[in-house]
């Protein structure tokens, strides 16, 4: 029973994805910052420097970029100093504002008559006298305005490096545990195999020397003990079976041998097979009408196996006398045969669990019935093998009801 390579490879890969769509979406949230720092510094400077010269203009409305408030015009009243790059009171004025806003850089000061392409500075349209209505620009320029954007998210890049690298490291730590485990499970499932393995020879040599020694000694035909050994060696080499089986499908190695089956011939054939257990138990099992046309293309062992399994499980959870029905029901695209039953029923929350390997539902009687809890994984391996499912309706102490679906034969015209 190997377990596919492509369920471990799953989480390796869901983690490269899952850090590659973090470090993206890290990046992209940090460029958005950083955008929306150098905006918010923007508005800080434009407010400072609009602030001075409204002071000086007589309160008059001004804006960043040489723009103006609606409905208003540039600063009028000139008041401004002659050399305003050099004027030591305007620029302590401008220093105090920006202080006000947080913004502690050094700062270049000019007065131009052209307007600076958009981001590159920050101005202040101003009207000055004898320029004949044109505007002016009060001009300021931060050299260092990079760096200061770029320190005040430092905390942030370190923050995201942290996170990042605490992610990866989990992932990390996670996959390394997870191939540890996939080495310790192979092992383990190869001892499992090599055992099964190991258990038919002797099982299959001590049914053959059974029936010789039945043969020898006719005597032996009704013995009671020489039947409970034939009875158990048969129900020990149908376990070891059902084991490698299930390591050829999960292991790939096995293809199905498909044929045109008789859906109501299957099912008769089963219920020949077992005629001896459902004696043993006297239990009614009863098979609806099965319309003679209803054909599959499947593997007739394993078809046959399947109901087998269902029947077999349907006959030992049962406390009373068993009571079996079996019917099939054709559907626009399948046929549906169900098998319901009179016994213990499952408990609600374990009706997927009785379908995976080695799992049976926990009951305080769980021991009572033999077996390694395979029986159902199996028919759930093979039905899904045939492209049809399985499922169950149950409620405790009101019986089960299992229904497999599979595709009907359709003759190429």
Not at 5 to 16: C, D, E, Q
Not at 48 to 59: Q, R
Not at 154 to 177: E, Q, Y
Not at 220 to 234: M, P
Request: proline share 4%.
């Amino acid at each position: 029973m190997k377990w596919p390579g492509n369920k471990f490879l799953t989480l390796p890969i869901a983690s490269v994805l899952a850090m590659v769509g973090l470090v993206v979406f890290q990046l992209s949230w940090m460029r958005h910052s950083r955008n929306l720092s150098e905006e918010i510094f923007n508005q800080r400077v434009c407010m400072a420097l609009c602030s001075v010269v409204e002071d000086y203009g007589g309160g008059v409305l001004c804006q960043q970029d040489g723009a103006t408030a609606s409905g208003s015009s540039p600063v009028t009243g000139y008041t401004l100093p002659d050399d305003l790059a050099n004027d030591s009171v305007f620029r302590a004025d401008l220093r105090q504002a920006l202080d006000f806003y947080q913004i502690d850089l050094d700062f270049r000061l000019s007065l131009t008559e052209e307007k600076q392409p958009c981001g590159s500075a920050h101005q202040c349209a101003v009207t000055l006298p004898g320029n004949d209505g044109e505007n002016a620009f009060v001009t300021v320029t931060f050299p260092d305005k990079e760096a200061f954007i770029t320190g005040r998210m430092t905390f942030m890049v370190l923050a995201t490096v942290l996170i990042l690298l605490f992610t990866a490291a989990v992932l990390l730590f996670a996959n390394r545990s997870l191939r540890k485990q996939k080495r310790l499970l192979q092992t383990n499932v190869d001892f499992f195999n090599n055992m099964a393995h190991e258990f038919r020879t002797p099982l299959t040599n001590m049914g053959l020397a059974l029936n010789m020694l039945a043969k020898k000694y006719p005597s032996l035909h009704d013995d009671r003990l020489a039947g409970v050994l034939r009875r158990e060696n048969t129900r020990l080499l149908h376990e070891v079976e059902r084991v490698l089986h299930l390591a050829s499908l999960d292991n790939g190695d096995y293809k199905l041998q498909q044929e045109r089956l008789s859906l109501k011939d299957l099912l008769q054939s089963v219920l020949d097979d077992m005629e001896i257990v459902i004696s043993e138990r006297q239990a009614k099992v009863q098979l609806g009408e099965v319309p003679g046309h209803l054909e599959v293309l499947g593997d007739r062992l394993h078809l046959a196996n399947v109901f087998r399994n269902l029947l077999d499980n349907a006959l030992k959870y049962s406390k009373e006398q068993p009571e079996v029905r079996i019917s099939v029901k054709e559907q626009p695209r399948g046929i549906l045969v169900t098998v319901e039953d009179n016994g213990i029923g499952i408990p609600a929350g374990q009706k997927e669990l009785i379908f995976e390997k080695f799992q049976r539902a926990s009951r305080g009687d769980l021991h009572e019935q033999k077996g390694f809890g395979l029986g159902l994984a199996y028919v759930k391996s093979m039905v899904e093998m045939h492209r049809g499912f399985v499922r169950v309706f149950s409620e405790e102490r009101r019986g089960s009801r299992f229904e497999v679906f599979l595709p009907a034969f359709s003759p190429v015209p």
